[in-house]
């Protein structure tokens, strides 16, 4: 079970209050003698629920981020909407509504909170089309073009388009980052004020995810930063810009987390679903899909097409000699230069500060010596992260092919970035000799 904890501003806490909170828990470990009476609550002066209060006020500010609330109203277009057996299912019904939509179609079997997640292998919306099977089906049935599916907690969304074919794309977390990244800016850009200036407006992602904001950034004049991976990073950075007068349009990390305005400062997977479903109703409007205006957003910004996958390795010394011999290269404190034929222009380790990019060589985002974390820039544009979990025995790899617009070619450039990948794992990970465990199809 995960708690979250979150700080006076609103976003998840950093350090060092992690360690100090710790550091409280630890100096008081003995219950407090009444700490088993379950009758506490209900005499407590303490004790009040602000569930409904938050909600409504959640629900209004949502209506902040909706611009075509009448076409919301008039659409004909269907959405299904999966909670799997989460929390998700009142909030989603409520954000439809306050946005002029009529509800999504629910998911029956997984509508309602269930411990034991019994109609799925896995309750993980990321894991893609074999999870959504309930959803794909009644969407089909209902003739419903677009399915959301919020996970447990309901903080992160996949989304689903049934295509022309009747077969289902389900998009990655980076492929919506690039529709709502063109969202956003286009619906700020169409409803801000004359002396609005651009270059007070931010969008932000994790280290780890596509560089597609920041394609869009650089040609439409907007600021995109960085943070470590982890939404807590985010939050307090947006939580920062906005106590400085800047103006935070969306933030994302690949693992399908989003957070669409700043009325939350996390992610939210809430928001993102009726946003979502605005600018799907817009875009069939228009005779557009998703998918269409996806293929749109690369052809005007560039293409990026990334890869995600991971290594099991159960030994730590294990990982911490493949990193080491990462920064021993070819010599001591020496990064590769190469990756089988593939030229490296510059490198990145958050784990020690280096960065060779930088002209004092130190990195920009903060040092993380806790975790491995080592960044390859690469002579024909692709971007390739290792990095270990926090949570997990795995050695993660994150793979991105960053084209100009001019290079089109879909198909070679997710070859090129195959062969990179592949050279990246026999040079750099070397499973065999590791004794590292592929991720399971």
């Not at 005499?43 to 500010?61: F, G, H, N, V």
């Not at 277009?77 to 909030?91: E, P, Q, R």
């Not at 411990?115 to 893609?128: A, H, I, L, R």
Request: hydrophobic content about 35%; aromatic content about 10%.
């Amino acid at each position: 079970n995960l708690h979250q904890v979150y700080w006076e501003n609103g976003a998840q806490i950093t350090s060092p209050h992690d360690k100090e909170i710790i550091k409280c828990i630890e100096e008081c470990v003995e219950p407090w003698n009444g700490s088993w009476n379950e009758n506490l609550v209900d005499t407590s002066p303490l004790r009040q629920d602000p569930l409904k209060k938050i909600c409504d006020c959640y629900m209004e500010d949502l209506k902040k981020i909706c611009y075509h609330r009448e076409l919301n109203m008039q659409t004909n277009l269907k959405f299904v909407h999966t909670s799997f057996h989460g929390v998700g299912h009142d909030y989603v019904q409520l954000a439809f509504k306050a946005f002029g939509f009529q509800p999504p179609i629910p998911v029956p079997e997984q509508k309602d909170p269930d411990p034991d997640f019994s109609t799925v292998k896995c309750p993980n919306p990321e894991e893609g089309e074999s999870v959504l099977e309930l959803s794909l089906r009644l969407a089909e049935k209902e003739n419903a073009k677009v399915v959301v599916a919020t996970d447990p907690d309901a903080d992160r969304l996949a989304v689903a388009e049934q295509q022309e074919n009747g077969c289902w794309k389900v998009f990655t977390g980076n492929e919506l980052a690039a529709l709502f990244g063109w969202w956003m800016f286009s619906c700020w850009k169409e409803n801000c004020s004359q002396d609005a200036d651009v270059k007070n407006v931010y969008m932000l992602a994790t280290t780890v995810s596509s560089k597609i904001l920041r394609a869009i950034a650089l040609k439409e004049g907007f600021h995109f930063e960085e943070t470590l991976p982890g939404f807590k990073w985010i939050g307090s950075r947006v939580k920062n810009l906005l106590d400085n007068g800047k103006e935070v349009l969306f933030a994302f990390e690949e693992s399908i987390g989003f957070m669409c305005g700043t009325s939350v400062l996390d992610k939210d997977g809430v928001s993102a679903a009726v946003v979502i479903a605005e600018m799907a109703a817009y875009l069939e409007s228009k005779n557009l899909t998703l998918a269409q205006k996806l293929i749109e957003i690369y052809e005007t910004y560039g293409y990026h097409i990334s890869k995600t996958s991971y290594f099991l390795c159960y030994d730590p010394p294990t990982i911490k000699r493949i990193f080491e011999k990462l920064r021993n290269f070819d010599a001591p404190q020496s990064y590769p230069k190469f990756c089988g034929i593939y030229n490296i222009l510059h490198v990145r380790d958050i784990t020690t500060g280096y960065d060779s990019s930088q002209p004092s060589k130190k990195s920009v985002l903060p040092v993380s010596k806790s975790s491995q974390m080592i960044t390859f820039t690469f002579q024909n544009g692709c971007v390739a992260t290792l990095r270990t979990s926090g949570t997990e025995p795995k050695i993660k790899y994150y793979a991105e092919m960053c084209a100009l617009p001019e290079r089109s070619d879909r198909t070679v450039l997710e070859e090129e970035l195959q062969k990179l990948i592949e050279a990246l794992i026999q040079n750099f990970l070397e499973p065999d000799q590791n004794g590292l465990i592929w991720r399971s199809a």
